[in-house]
Every structure is written in C-alpha cells, then in structure tokens.
C-alpha cells in the first residue's frame, strides 16, 4: 500500500516530492491550487507585493490595451526539460550484424570543464540504481560498452547546451549567478546513469568547475515514484492502455502493416527465427540513430527505407505516449505526463509568489517525456526529440503584475493555442490550456490504481 504524504508545491505520490527538495518544510495554503506543504530553498521568503490580476470589478487589468512587449517584463523564473545526449542503443540486434562499440573509445569524459555532483532523493536518502540501469549493465556489446549508456559525444552535446543555457539565463538575462548557487537552482533526473551525467555534464556547460559554488546535489527518485517519464510499469492504468494500444498498432497506423512486411524482406528478418516477433521500428530506429551519432556503419539496406522507419516509429512511439482518439487521449496523457504538468504549473505560481523560490529548475529526462509533453502543448512537429533536445517554460511578470509564460523548443518560440501574441500567452490562457491535463498526486494515484487483468506486463517503458 502507498503511504501519502505532500511534501511539496505539488506534494508528493509514493511520498515522492517531485518538484523540491530541501530540509525546510513550510506549510502553506493561499490558494486553491497551493499544495499543502511546500519545500523551498533556504532563505525563502514569502512574496507579499504582488497586484491582483483583477480589478474590483473583476476585469482583467489592462484589457484593451496593447500587450507588453517582452523586453518590458520581468523574467521570474525558468525551466528546462532536456533529453540525456546521445548514448549505446538500448537492445542488441541479434538478427542484425553488430559493430564494435570499444568501450575504452565510446565511454568516458571529454577533456572539458567538470563539476562535481551527489545524488539523493527528494528527502536527502541514498537511492539506489534501479530496474533498468540493472537491465542495461547486463547488455554489452561487442568491445564492452553496455546498452544505454551515456557516451563521449553525449556529454558533448549536452555539454553545449549548458552553454547555452548559460548565454540566456546568465550572461544575457542575468537571472542567476555565474556559479552555482543551490538557493537558485534546482536539478532532477530520472534514476539512469544516462540522465545523470547529462545533468552533470549540462551544469558543467553552465558553471566550469564551479570550484567556488555551492554543493550539486541531483535529486533523483525510485523507479516506482517516478514521474519524469510515462510510468508504464509502475502506473497501472497506463499499463492497460499501452498493453491495448500495442495490439491495435498494426491496424490503426495506416500502412504499417505492408511497409513492415516488405522491411523484413529486404532485411531478411524472420520472425521465425525471433520468437515470432514482427519487427520493431522503435528498436531498429535505436540502432540506427545510435550508430549515426557516433559515425558507426549502418547497413545500406536499412537506409534505403530510413524515411519509411522513422515515420512509423514516430507514430508507433507517439501512440503508446499519448494514445490515439480524442477521448483516450486525454485520458493517456494525462498518466503519461499529468504530473508533470501539474509541478509545471505549481512551480510557476510559486516563482510569482514568492522571491526567495528557484530561478531555474533543470530536469534531466527521455525522449518519451518530451513527446508526450509536446503533444499535450500542441507544438509536436511529428519528429522524434533529437538527444540534448530542450523544451523550456519561462514565466514572466509585467508592471501590472500580470504573469505571462513563454515556451521554446530546441531554441524556437513556440505559439500556443490562444496565445494572445507570437511570443508569450498569459498565464491564465495558459492554465486554461493545459487545465484538463495537469493531475495533482491524489488524482494521479487514483486514475492509475486499477486492477490489472494479467498481473505485470513485463518489459520497459516505450522510449526507455
């Protein structure tokens, strides 16, 4: 049985905190939407100067006028959800000829600037590897580099855009302070060596060394509080639906059927001779991309159908993170990532309310994160989040105190639904856009405890 507790502006499932961690726990309730315990750097103060949005006779202050331009507001507040860089594919191939992956050339650091770094839960508790770093040690490939396992060149990558993130926030926008400060910044990665070291080597993008910051502490969480990636095995309805879904994919993806057919005749595979498995685009897609970034021969046959690959995995992954129909689709999405949302929002309010918040939360996470994200927000592009992929969520405060919101995508604006101009939509547009998605810990704990049919589905989370 869960014990529940709410430990944070979102509070927490599993007594998981999934936003903040810090010893202070201050108990706060100003609002409806105010979780009940809210963990918040030392130091915090609570903000008292904010102007309602509302005049006495509930109009929106400033209707009619023209909106304010960017350069006119306040930055309050950032954050940043970021793919791992580029790493090992995640399954060996058997029917497919294997490369080498030399384990001493593909692995370890580039010769730049590091930090140093713990990690811990939410509640400052040790936490050990879970179930899929376990699975991936367990596959090596030729030359000993194990399955999903953060490369050289990923390191590069996220590495770069850690100075990017560095350019905007600090050197340009001045939000937080040239070396790491742990009242400023906040860092969460789901528990993969992967998704790690990215945040390790994206904090080494912004800060150097930081041999003259504060202590890095990344928090992370147990596999079955997680919350910064559809949580397939530990949700139990989402379990369902993807288990549903996955059947029906061959029929409900136009053309799927035929083109795979004539793939595995040009590749020679034989279900046969796999446990009578079709093949799988999302596994071969894998391989393929993962051998790209790291200028591994990939064979002529599988790129001569690349176009055709890429499509159908992207439909394949996108159905199993955010189903298919409208109805179930918001019912997929909401357990694909309504938490995540839900802290989203949360911390945006927080950062409004109070001076003494974080001025950037980073979370280190997958490409199935990001996906189901991108759909929910009606920005997906129909392409797979490429590694070191960034979407970013920036909240603004104008002189009325009115607060606005900015979202960008691989460093694009992107224009929401509603939004009242190019650039930024307000945050009450925002709220009501993302209103029937964001699920509080009680909600979401009570849409996915639902009795399962055959016990657990065994296997990983699409796109893990």
């Known amino acids: 049985m869960w014990k529940w507790k709410s430990i944070g502006a979102l509070g927490t499932f599993a007594g998981s905190t999934y936003f903040v961690a810090d010893s202070r726990l201050v108990h706060a309730k100003s609002s409806p939407e105010q979780a009940d315990y809210i963990s918040m750097p030392p130091g915090m103060t609570t903000r008292t100067h904010l102007q309602p949005a509302f005049d006495t006779h509930g109009a929106i202050r400033g209707e009619g006028m023209a909106r304010p331009e960017l350069a006119e507001m306040q930055l309050r507040h950032v954050q940043v959800f970021f793919r791992h860089g580029a790493r090992t594919p995640l399954r060996i191939l058997t029917w497919m000829d294997q490369p080498e992956w030399p384990k001493d050339k593909i692995l370890g650091d580039p010769p ?145 059927r035929e ?106 996470c997958h490409d199935s994160t990001l996906m189901a994200l991108l759909v929910t927000f009606g920005i997906f592009d129909g392409k797979w989040p490429p590694f070191a992929a960034d979407l970013v969520f920036e909240t603004y405060e104008d002189k009325y105190g009115d607060a606005w919101v900015r979202v960008m995508y691989l460093g694009d604006v992107q224009k929401l639904s509603n939004a009242e101009t190019d650039e930024v939509i307000s945050m009450d547009s925002f709220k009501a856009l993302i209103g029937t998605y964001a699920v509080s810990p009680d909600k979401y704990k009570e849409e996915c405890e639902v009795e399962a049919d055959d016990g657990e589905v065994e296997g990983r989370s699409p796109g893990l």
Not at 117 to 144: C, N, R
Not at 176 to 196: D, G, K, L, Q
């Open 259 to 364: 083109d795979r057919a004539q793939l595995q005749r040009l590749l020679e595979y034989s279900e046969e001779a796999n446990n009578k498995q079709k093949l799988n685009y999302v596994d071969l897609r894998d391989e393929i991309i993962a051998r790209q970034a790291h200028g591994i021969t990939v064979p002529e046959k599988a790129l001569t159908m690349m176009n055709s690959i890429e499509l159908y995995a992207v439909r394949m992954l996108t159905s199993m993170v955010s189903g298919s129909g409208r109805k179930i689709r918001k019912e997929i999405l909401r357990l694909a990532c309504g938490p995540v949302i839900h802290m989203i929002r949360d911390n945006m309010d927080m950062s409004l309310r109070n001076d003494g918040f974080y001025k950037l939360n980073l979370y280190a």
């Open 112 to 256: 730049l600037p590091a930090v140093t770094y713990t990690t811990t839960d939410v509640h400052g508790q040790l936490v050990p590897s879970g179930p899929y770093e376990a699975m991936y040690q367990k596959i090596i490939f030729k030359g000993g580099t194990p399955a999903g396992q953060l490369t050289k060149t990923g390191k590069e990558q996220v590495y770069e855009l850690g100075r990017r993130i560095r350019g905007d926030y600090i050197e340009k926008r001045h939000l937080i302070a040239p070396t790491f400060n742990a009242s400023e910044v906040y860092v969460r990665s789901t528990n993969m060596m992967r998704t790690i070291e990215s945040a390790r080597w994206l904090l080494s993008g912004i800060f150097g060394h930081n041999k003259r910051g504060d202590k890095i502490i990344i928090h992370t969480e147990p596999a079955e509080r997680e919350i910064l990636y559809p949580n397939h095995s530990f949700c139990r309805q989402l379990k369902l639906f993807n288990k549903k879904l996955f059947k029906e994919l061959d029929a409900s993806i136009p053309g799927l």
